[in-house]
């Protein structure tokens, strides 16, 4: 089974960057992959998707901070985040969307106020 594998996460500032990366040991050209993320004491979120031909949504509390990308030659998922605010802290999965994997270990966020 495909294995995903994410990084890219820290410690950052409140308005800081960070640039997380999620590479599967398979391809994942065809599938519609999101980046997924759970907060202590919270429910697993959606925060962006992107399909095979790099249509994105983004959930409202990221849009226009986040961006989501692919590179399919590299079976990997990018998100862009930038203007980080403290209530982004959280540990961030990627997984495909209407067929999940198995769930990679994520990578934490961590924003300071």
């Known amino acids: 089974q495909v294995q995903l594998v994410e990084s890219g996460g820290g410690l950052v500032q409140a308005g800081g960057s960070l640039r997380l990366s999620c590479t599967a040991s398979g391809s994942i050209s065809i599938n519609a992959m999101g980046w997924y993320r759970q907060a202590p004491g919270k429910q697993r979120e959606l925060v962006a998707t992107?399909?095979?031909?790099?249509?994105?949504t983004y959930t409202g509390s990221v849009k226009g901070r986040f961006t989501i990308s692919r590179d399919n030659a590299k079976n990997t998922v990018y998100l862009e985040m930038n203007s980080l605010k403290p209530e982004d802290t959280a540990v961030y999965y990627c997984?495909?969307?209407?067929?999940?994997?198995?769930w990679g270990q994520g990578t934490q966020v961590t924003v300071s106020s």
């Open positions: 992107i399909t095979r031909i790099g249509t994105t």
């Open positions: 997984n495909n969307v209407w067929s999940p994997l198995m």
